[in-house]
């Protein structure tokens, strides 16, 4: 068995991305949280305003014998908007930004040839802008953040935005996603 690997996405609202890669098979956690700002003990409130410099973001812990990093960044890539700049859907902020925090030189190469894959094929209306950066001291989120599609799957948030996300990588990355139990 290898080493649990971490990954840190922000794709705009960490409940999006956190409903998604809970389904993905290798995938052992998921904790939505914040990343890249400037203040200490970073609270929802705070980078909601826009001020702190922090992403929303998830953190993966996954086992790349089972999936590996390249596989994660496609799902990324195709289920949020990486051509909009600090904006996805009706979030508007940095705090929404599309951003990659590399753990390690191989995950940085990694991530800059998926932006170079995903430029070349033409699926977004303009060029990939998400953010390649070293992974920052990563704050997890209150705790009423986590696993919140799971909580609140009723809620119109959650049956508007997330669950067409949730769909689009069963639908598409359906060899990647855990088989229902």
């Not at 086992?63 to 051509?83: N, R």
């Not at 705790?143 to 997330?162: D, K, L, M």
Request: proline share 6%; charged share 20%.
């Amino acid at each position: 068995m290898s080493e649990p690997q971490q990954a840190t996405f922000g794709g705009g609202c960490f409940w999006c991305t956190e409903a998604v890669f809970r389904r993905i098979r290798g995938v052992s956690s998921v904790v939505s949280g914040y990343c890249g700002g400037q203040i200490a003990s970073p609270t929802y409130e705070a980078v909601c305003q826009g001020t702190t410099g922090h992403a929303e973001v998830i953190q993966v812990e996954f086992d790349s014998q089972q999936i590996s990093f390249g596989d994660l960044l496609d799902v990324f890539f195709a289920t949020h908007d990486p051509s909009t700049l600090n904006q996805q859907g009706a979030d508007r902020g940095t705090q929404y930004r599309s951003v990659i925090f590399y753990h390690d030189e191989i995950q940085k190469q990694i991530a800059d040839e998926k932006v170079n894959e995903w430029n070349s094929f033409g699926e977004y209306p303009n060029p990939v802008v998400t953010e390649i950066v070293p992974i920052a001291t990563f704050f997890p989120a209150e705790g009423y953040h986590q696993e919140y599609f799971e909580r609140n799957s009723h809620q119109p948030y959650c049956s508007a935005v997330i669950a067409p996300k949730v769909q689009k990588l069963l639908e598409r990355f359906a060899d990647l996603t855990r088989h229902p139990s």
